[in-house]
C-alpha cells in the first residue's frame, strides 16, 4: 500500500515562496512518475508539475513555468515543489500523486493510482 502524505501548504503574500514536500512510502520507488495537481474552489484538478523517480525528467504547467521546480530527493523518497513568485490565483489545494508504471513525466490525471490527501496553499495580494 503506497502512502503519499504532503507537507509545508501555508498563507503567504503575493510575491512570495512556499516549498511543498510530499513523502512516499509503501514500497520502492524504483520506477515512477510523481506529479503535482492543483485544485481551486469551483475549478477542475489542474497539472503543476511532474518528475520520473529513476531519471528525473521533469516538466511543468504552462501556468508555473519559470516559477515552480519540481524535485525528488531519491534516498528520503520524497518529491519537492518548490514555488516562487506566487501569486493570487495559485491558491489551492496542492496534491501528490504516484503512478508506479509511469516512464515520463506526464500530466494524465488518470493514470495516477496513488494520491495524497492534500495541502492548502493561500496567497493574498
Known amino acids: 500500500q503506497v502512502q503519499l502524505v504532503e507537507s509545508g501548504g501555508g498563507w503567504v503574500q503575493a510575491g512570495g515562496s512556499l516549498r511543498l514536500s510530499c513523502a512516499a512510502s509503501?514500497?520502492?520507488?524504483?520506477?515512477?512518475?510523481m506529479g503535482w495537481f492543483r485544485q481551486a474552489p469551483g475549478k477542475e484538478r489542474e497539472f503543476v508539475a511532474a518528475?520520473?523517480?529513476?531519471?528525473?525528467?521533469?516538466s511543468h504547467g504552462d501556468s508555473v513555468k519559470g516559477r515552480f521546480i519540481i524535485s525528488r530527493d531519491n534516498a528520503k523518497n520524497t518529491v519537492s515543489l518548490q514555488m516562487n513568485s506566487l501569486k493570487p490565483e495559485d491558491t489551492a489545494i496542492y496534491y501528490c500523486?504516484?503512478?508506479?508504471?509511469?516512464?515520463?513525466?506526464?500530466?494524465?490525471?488518470?493514470?495516477?493510482?496513488?494520491w495524497g490527501q492534500g495541502t492548502q496553499v493561500t496567497v493574498s495580494s
Open positions: 509503501g514500497r520502492t520507488f524504483s520506477r515512477a512518475t
Open positions: 518528475i520520473t523517480w529513476s531519471a528525473g525528467f521533469t
Open positions: 500523486a504516484a503512478d508506479l508504471q509511469g516512464a515520463s513525466p506526464h500530466a494524465t490525471q488518470s493514470r495516477y493510482e496513488y
